[in-house]
Structures are given as structure tokens and as C-alpha cells.
């Protein structure tokens, strides 16, 4: 399904007239209102095609129907919400989850669809039909040199999909570790895993970047091999260059200080980009923004603040992807919610008075540093977003339309009730 620009159009001329006495508010009250809005309509975030259907946990799933069957409908549906809010204009895929079957046809579709590919995700946490060695014990970090060439050999295969489809990063996501004291060497671990990462590395395309993501636990609990930010930036500086730390938000010990990891990151150079998600307990991946806004919004200052001390650009210099599981909602409207709070998140971090702070901090004004932060934090920027998008062709209000359009409903016509997409 796809929504026609008269929809969107006829949406926007419905809610133009309130939109602009919001807008005129703003604008009244904000600095520098056209270079945010430009930020935002150039900032792009990119859509997992592992969250398109419902992924449900190991006590159930719960599918709402009308589920993407096959890598094209993923692309028409990340072309959907990219339709209606202008900002998810890429998408990241996991193999073997999303194997292109065509290049040159999953191309144009990209291509019909305003898309670009962003990192590819290799998968050496599953055993696949036929799979010679299994990763039961590991894959990168494996006491079997055999395994570990099978996971080296596929990251390797994962990078020739990327280029044939024109993506510029690699993501590894190792769910390597153990589950109890005495299962593993953690010292030779660490070190398969590097000899390992180095291969891959070798076979990364000038141009490319390699992005090791960090996670605390699960699944393995007792510890994971590529545990936390300083296990990954290690490996990171040990690789070379084009090698990065990558954050997900749901990938942290309880009450870890996600800002300052980032802050440290940028300072090194090493933060290669973030998967957006939300979490009250662990890896819960809830919409963004959803349980902690406040840090959300923490985390984007640090961002701003840590790419303007560099000069980097906001959006092409870090992977800016989500990465989330739905359970309970409609995937399609969760997504829609979370690239709002990221919009939103960023969009008050840029009205943050740096200058201000910087002072507070030089005389350690507490207060006063607070009172700076909460200010942007509490400064309602929903109208600025929309207009962002209302200038990039998008629906001033995508969730209304969503639903006004029954985009859900449309899609069981199409696809039925019962497909399952690929995935987590
Ligand atoms: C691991 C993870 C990783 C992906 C997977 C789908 O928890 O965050 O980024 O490979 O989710
Ligand atoms: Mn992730």
C-alpha cells in the first residue's frame, strides 16, 4: 500500500490553519527557527527491517496481520512511514533475515521509495537450516577455529550484499559470553573475538565503517563478550579507523549514565551511531522515548554538543538507526512514535543556550545549569517538527492520518491476517 500525495496534501490543508498559529507561537519564542527546521528536514534516521511485523518475546506473539512477507513489502511499508513523516529515509537489513533476492529491482524499489541502504547487520547469533558448525558456545569468540571462520566467512558475505546495494557500514551484534563462572577464558575470548574482527575488517571496502555494538546481558547472563562500552571501544581502537562503537539504548546495566558514554565516545571519535529504543527494565526495546524522555533528550545534548565541538555533520557523520520489537503495538504506528520523540529529542537539544550553560558550568551554578537544560527539555517543540515536515511534503499530523487512512486494515486486505514477517 501506498498513500498518494493528495492524501497527504488534502491532510495538511485540513490542519494548515491551526498548524500556523502553532508555528506563529513558536517561531515568536525560539531563535534561529529556519536553521533548526532545516536540521531537522535533512536529519534521517534508519528503519530496522527486523521491526516491521511483531516479534513478541519466548512467552508469546501476538500479531495485529497485514505482515510484510518478503523484503519488498518491508520496503514499501519503511516507504509508507517515510510517506507520511520525510524522515525515515533508509533502511538497515539483517542477513540472512533479508537476503536481496534482485539487486537491480530491490534497488529501484529503493530508489521509488526515496530509501537508501543503511548498515547491514550480520546474524551469527542464529543457526540457519543446513549450517555446518552451530553457535551455541559463540561464534566470533569460539574455541573452534572452524566456527569461527563460518561467522567471519558470513560478515564477510554481509558486506558483499551492502556494497552490491550500495550501504557504507557494517553492524556486528554478538550475543557471545556464558551463562556461568568457569564456562569461558575470558581473555582468550576477547582475543578469538579480535583475531576474528580483524578479518572481517581487512574485507571492509575503503570507503566503509564496521560498528561493534556493545550489550550488558542476554542472552547470555553471566557475561557477554562484547559487554559494554569500553569492551567496544577497545576492540574499536585495536581494529584500526574505520572501526566504531555502537550504542543501543536497551543495551546498559540498570541506571547506567548513557549521556556521558556518548559525550566520552564522541570526544575519542569512536561513536559510530546509535540504536534508538526505550527501556524501564532491559533490552525491552519499547517505542523511543516511551519510559525515559528526559534522557532521550540528555543524550541529543550531548550529541549536539559533542558534534559541534568536532564540526561534524549532524546527520551523515553517525548512524542514526532504530532498533525496536514490537509486542503490543501496531509496529507501524510504534515506529511513527518513536522517529517523532527522536525528532522531537533533537529538536530541543538544539535550542539548548550553550552559551548560558557553558557559563553555569564555569561557576558551577547548579541551578542554573539545570534550569538551562529543563527550559529546552520543557519548550514544546511539536510544531516546529511538523512544519519540518509540512516543508518536506510530509503529513503535518502522521499518526492521524495513519489511522484516517485504515493504513492497517488496508494492509490485512492485501496481505491477510496470518503472514509473519522475518525477524525479531
Ligand atoms: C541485539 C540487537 C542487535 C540486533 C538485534 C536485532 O539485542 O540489538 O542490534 O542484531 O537486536
Ligand atoms: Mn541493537
Not at 569461558?184 to 578479518?199: G, I, M, P, W
Not at 565516545?265 to 519499547?286: A, I, P, Q, R, T
Request: glycine content about 8%; some cysteine.
Amino acid at each position: 500500500m501506498q498513500i498518494e500525495k493528495y492524501k497527504i496534501q488534502a491532510h495538511n490543508d485540513s490542519l494548515l490553519a491551526a498548524h500556523r498559529r502553532r508555528i506563529e507561537n513558536s517561531v515568536s519564542e525560539i531563535k534561529d527557527t529556519e536553521d533548526i527546521i532545516q536540521k531537522l528536514i535533512d536529519f534521517q534516521v534508519a528503519i530496522p527491517s527486523w521491526a516491521l511485523g511483531t516479534g513478541g518475546t519466548r512467552f508469546g506473539r501476538f500479531s495485529g496481520g497485514g505482515e510484510p512477507r518478503n523484503l519488498e513489502e518491508k520496503m514499501e511499508d519503511i516507504g509508507l512511514l517515510h510517506s507520511l513523516n520525510q524522515s525515515g529515509g533508509a533502511i538497515s537489513l539483517h542477513i540472512p533475515w533479508d537476503i536481496p533476492k534482485n539487486i537491480a529491482s530491490v534497488k529501484a524499489l529503493a530508489a521509488q521509495f526515496g530509501l537508501r541502504f543503511d548498515a547491514m547487520n550480520s546474524n551469527t547469533f542464529q543457526d540457519q537450516p543446513g549450517q555446518e558448525h552451530s553457535y551455541k558456545f559463540g561464534s566470533l569468540q569460539h574455541v573452534n577455529k572452524a566456527v569461527r571462520q563460518q561467522a567471519i566467512d558470513h560478515n564477510i558475505e554481509v558486506i558483499r550484499h551492502g556494497v552490491d546495494l550500495g550501504s557504507e557500514s557494517l553492524t556486528v551484534w554478538l550475543a557471545d559470553g556464558s551463562c556461568f563462572p568457569g564456562q569461558l577464558n575470558f581473555r582468550k575470548a576477547f582475543q578469538n573475538t579480535l583475531e576474528s574482527l580483524k578479518e572481517i575488517y581487512a574485507a571492509l571496502p575503503d570507503n566503509w565503517k564496521i560498528f561493534v555494538e556493545y550489550k550488558a546481558f542476554e542472552p547470555n547472563f553471566y557475561s557477554t563478550t562484547v559487554g559494554d562500552w569500553g569492551q567496544s571501544l577497545l576492540y574499536a581502537n585495536k581494529l584500526g579507523p574505520k572501526a566504531y562503537t555502537l550504542v543501543d539504548l536497551g543495551h546498559h546495566l540498570a541506571n547506567a549514565n548513557i549521556e556521558q558514554i556518548v559525550s566520552l565516545l564522541l570526544m575519542e571519535g569512536k561513536l559510530g551511531g546509535f540504536h534508538f529504543n526505550d527501556s524501564k527494565y532491559g533490552d525491552d526495546d519499547l517505542t523511543v522515548g516511551s519510559i525515559k524522555p528526559y534522557q532521550l533528550f540528555l543524550i541529543f545534548n550531548e550529541l549536539v554538543e559533542g558534534m559541534e565541538a568536532k564540526g561534524m555533520n549532524h546527520n551523515t557523520d553517525l548512524g542514526w538507526m532504530i532498533d525496536a520489537s514490537h509486542n503490543v503495538k501496531d509496529p507501524l504506528e510504534d515506529l511513527l512514535q518513536s522517529i517523532e520523540a527522536i525528532m522531537l529529542s533533537y529538536a530541543q537539544s538544539l535550542i539548548v543556550d550553550r552559551k548560558a550553560l557553558a557559563a553555569a558550568q564555569e561557576n558551577n551554578d547548579v541551578t542554573a545549569a539545570q534550569e538551562i537544560l529543563q527550559n529546552a527539555f520543557r519548550t514544546d517543540m511539536r510544531a516546529i517538527v511538523a512544519e519540518a515536515r509540512l516543508r518536506s511534503a510530509g503529513a503535518l499530523q502522521p499518526l492521524a492520518l495513519f489511522r484516517e487512512l485504515k493504513v492497517r486494515e488496508n494492509l490485512i486486505k492485501e496481505r491477510g491476517l496470518k503472514t509473519i514477517a522475518t525477524g525479531l
